[in-house]
Protein backbone atom coordinates (compact mmCIF):
# COMPACT_ATOMS: atom_id res chain seq x y z
CA UNK A 1 0.00 0.00 0.00
CA UNK A 2 1.15 3.36 -0.75
CA UNK A 3 0.50 6.50 1.90
CA UNK A 4 0.81 10.14 0.51
CA UNK A 5 1.01 12.37 3.55
CA UNK A 6 1.19 16.21 3.03
CA UNK A 7 3.67 18.49 5.58
CA UNK A 8 2.31 21.35 5.99
CA UNK A 9 -0.62 22.19 8.50
CA UNK A 10 -1.10 18.17 8.12
CA UNK A 11 2.39 16.48 9.86
CA UNK A 12 3.51 19.84 11.00
CA UNK A 13 0.07 20.31 12.96
CA UNK A 14 0.23 16.93 14.63
CA UNK A 15 4.25 16.07 14.85
CA UNK A 16 4.17 13.62 17.40
CA UNK A 17 0.73 12.13 15.99
CA UNK A 18 2.98 11.74 12.35
CA UNK A 19 5.95 10.74 14.18
CA UNK A 20 4.86 7.92 15.74
CA UNK A 21 1.96 6.82 12.98
CA UNK A 22 5.10 7.01 9.97
CA UNK A 23 6.76 4.86 12.00
CA UNK A 24 4.74 2.23 12.52
CA UNK A 25 3.21 2.61 8.83
CA UNK A 26 6.73 2.37 6.99
CA UNK A 27 7.34 -0.92 8.46
CA UNK A 28 4.56 -2.33 6.29
CA UNK A 29 3.78 0.26 4.14
CA UNK A 30 5.23 2.96 1.54
CA UNK A 31 4.90 6.71 3.36
CA UNK A 32 5.40 9.16 -0.03
CA UNK A 33 5.44 12.83 1.89
CA UNK A 34 4.27 14.66 -0.99
CA UNK A 35 4.77 18.57 -0.26
CA UNK A 36 4.51 21.86 -2.28
CA UNK A 37 7.65 23.62 -0.81
CA UNK A 38 10.76 24.87 -2.68
CA UNK A 39 13.26 21.51 -2.28
CA UNK A 40 12.83 18.59 -0.66
CA UNK A 41 16.12 19.65 1.20
CA UNK A 42 13.50 21.93 3.15
CA UNK A 43 10.96 18.88 3.84
CA UNK A 44 14.00 17.00 5.14
CA UNK A 45 14.92 19.52 7.55
CA UNK A 46 11.61 19.95 8.64
CA UNK A 47 10.52 16.47 8.62
CA UNK A 48 13.71 16.30 11.08
CA UNK A 49 12.85 18.66 13.52
CA UNK A 50 9.84 16.22 13.81
CA UNK A 51 12.04 13.52 14.60
CA UNK A 52 10.61 11.82 11.40
CA UNK A 53 13.31 10.31 10.13
CA UNK A 54 12.22 7.41 7.36
CA UNK A 55 9.92 7.70 4.21
CA UNK A 56 9.98 6.07 1.62
CA UNK A 57 9.75 9.25 -0.59
CA UNK A 58 9.63 12.79 -0.35
CA UNK A 59 7.77 14.49 -3.63
CA UNK A 60 7.84 18.41 -4.28
CA UNK A 61 7.40 20.08 -7.58
CA UNK A 62 9.90 20.83 -9.60
CA UNK A 63 10.92 24.71 -11.09
CA UNK A 64 8.92 24.19 -14.41
CA UNK A 65 6.14 23.40 -12.70
CA UNK A 66 6.29 25.75 -9.92
CA UNK A 67 6.25 28.74 -13.14
CA UNK A 68 3.68 27.05 -15.50
CA UNK A 69 0.51 28.84 -15.54
CA UNK A 70 -2.72 27.29 -14.27
CA UNK A 71 -0.22 25.20 -11.94
CA UNK A 72 -2.07 24.61 -8.79
CA UNK A 73 -1.24 22.51 -5.83
CA UNK A 74 -4.45 20.44 -5.98
CA UNK A 75 -3.47 19.72 -9.30
CA UNK A 76 0.06 18.85 -8.76
CA UNK A 77 -1.07 16.66 -6.05
CA UNK A 78 -3.43 14.81 -7.89
CA UNK A 79 -0.40 14.46 -10.42
CA UNK A 80 1.55 12.54 -7.83
CA UNK A 81 -1.29 10.30 -6.49
CA UNK A 82 -1.56 8.82 -9.92
CA UNK A 83 2.07 8.98 -10.51
CA UNK A 84 3.08 7.10 -7.23
CA UNK A 85 0.06 5.62 -7.78
CA UNK A 86 -1.23 6.37 -4.13
CA UNK A 87 -4.22 4.59 -2.19
CA UNK A 88 -4.43 6.42 0.98
CA UNK A 89 -3.67 10.52 0.80
CA UNK A 90 -3.68 12.07 4.30
CA UNK A 91 -4.08 16.18 3.72
CA UNK A 92 -5.63 19.21 5.53
CA UNK A 93 -6.81 20.69 2.20
CA UNK A 94 -9.89 19.53 0.98
CA UNK A 95 -9.15 21.16 -2.37
CA UNK A 96 -6.12 18.62 -3.01
CA UNK A 97 -7.98 15.83 -1.09
CA UNK A 98 -10.76 16.53 -4.10
CA UNK A 99 -8.43 16.19 -6.47
CA UNK A 100 -7.19 12.77 -6.11
CA UNK A 101 -8.06 10.28 -8.34
CA UNK A 102 -11.22 8.27 -7.55
CA UNK A 103 -8.92 5.16 -6.67
CA UNK A 104 -7.48 7.09 -3.46
CA UNK A 105 -9.14 6.57 -0.34
CA UNK A 106 -8.77 10.15 1.45
CA UNK A 107 -8.42 11.26 5.27
CA UNK A 108 -8.90 14.50 6.48
CA UNK A 109 -7.13 16.12 8.98
CA UNK A 110 -9.53 19.33 9.63
CA UNK A 111 -9.02 22.13 11.58
CA UNK A 112 -12.20 23.42 13.25
CA UNK A 113 -10.58 27.13 13.69
CA UNK A 114 -10.69 26.66 9.41
CA UNK A 115 -13.24 24.27 9.05
CA UNK A 116 -16.77 24.43 10.52
CA UNK A 117 -17.80 20.98 9.95
CA UNK A 118 -21.14 21.55 10.48
CA UNK A 119 -21.09 24.05 7.72
CA UNK A 120 -19.45 21.87 5.69
CA UNK A 121 -21.98 18.58 6.05
CA UNK A 122 -25.07 21.30 5.57
CA UNK A 123 -23.19 22.69 2.41
CA UNK A 124 -22.94 18.94 0.96
CA UNK A 125 -26.14 17.46 2.06
CA UNK A 126 -27.40 21.11 -0.30
CA UNK A 127 -25.26 20.14 -2.67
CA UNK A 128 -26.49 16.18 -3.01
CA UNK A 129 -29.48 16.72 -1.56
CA UNK A 130 -29.41 14.04 0.63
CA UNK A 131 -32.82 13.50 3.06
CA UNK A 132 -31.67 12.78 6.31
CA UNK A 133 -34.21 10.48 8.06
CA UNK A 134 -34.39 10.53 11.66
Known amino acids: MKIGVDLDYTITEMPWFFESLIETLIKSYQIHIISYRDTQQEVIEELRKHKILRVTQI ?5 AEFDSEGHSVDKWNGKMA ?13 EVLSAMPSTVKRLWL ?3 SIFNLKSCISALRADIRIEIIR
Open 82 to 94: RQIPLNVMIDDSP
Open 110 to 112: CDS
Open 59 to 63: WVPSQ
